[in-house]
């Protein structure tokens, strides 16, 4: 995943397992994917900015439910 490209939150979600099953299904079609989250309980789905409409397209394809991030930090 080293690209010089900001990557960009597409989703978050409640699980862990909601989270790798996002990225696994963008990951099978290509679209590198990653989870900083994983080992916080934050469950953000995160890919490269080139790729973020393609992405999803595809989670919507997929009738994955995406919740836009909180921006309250």
């Known amino acids: ?3 010089d490209e900001p990557l960009i939150t597409i989703a978050t979600f409640e699980t862990e ?3 790798s099953f996002a990225r696994g ?3 099978a079609v290509g679209i590198s994917a990653l989870v900083p989250g994983e080992w916080s309980r934050s469950y ?5 900015e080139s790729d973020c409409d393609r992405a999803l397209v595809e989670l ?3 009738k ?3 919740v836009p991030p909180s921006h309250d930090a």
């Open 64 to 66: 994955i439910r995406i």
């Open 17 to 19: 397992l909601e989270a």
């Open 25 to 27: 299904a963008l990951e």
């Open 44 to 48: 953000t789905l995160q890919v490269f």
């Open 1 to 3: 995943m080293a690209r």
């Open 60 to 62: 919507r394809r997929l």
